[in-house]
Nanobody, 118 residues
Framework: QAQLVESGGGLVQPGGSLRLSCVAS????????MGWYRQAPGKQRDLVAT???????NYADSVKGRFTISRDNAKNTVYLQMNSLKPEDTAVYYC????????????WGQGTQVTVSP
């Protein structure tokens, strides 16, 4: 019932920065978790960072200290500020929404490509 639209991906040099945005629309339960996941070719989709509607955050070790997740509950929008980007960060980044209520199914965006290349 929810739809997610990501934006902000692109090509950046190592050490550069990007900010991803994801806007959720439709039927959205106010108590939820929004997050970012990424998938490189030949690899599984891995968690990057999550944030609850209450503001609790969780980060993958590989991005801790470099990425910051935040959200605007009034706008149903989640952001991912990515600094000190590395070539290893290259992947398709997906936005995710999971309500904190049964059936607790996840909703996914279409993904946005982030490429870090010299």
């Amino acid at each position: 019932q929810a739809q997610l639209v990501e934006s902000g991906g692109g090509l950046v040099q190592p050490g550069g920065s990007l900010r991803l945005s994801c806007v959720a629309s439709g039927s959205i339960f106010s108590r939820n978790v929004m997050g970012w996941y990424r998938q490189a070719p030949g690899k599984q989709r891995d968690l990057v960072a999550t944030i609850t509607s209450g503001g609790s955050t969780n980060y993958a070790d590989s991005v801790k200290g470099r990425f910051t997740i935040s959200r605007d509950n009034a706008k149903n929008t989640v952001y991912l500020q990515m600094n000190s980007l590395k070539p290893e960060d290259t992947a398709v980044y997906y936005c995710n929404l999971a309500p904190m209520i049964w059936p607790r199914q996840s909703y996914w965006g279409q993904g946005t490509q982030v490429t870090v290349s010299p």
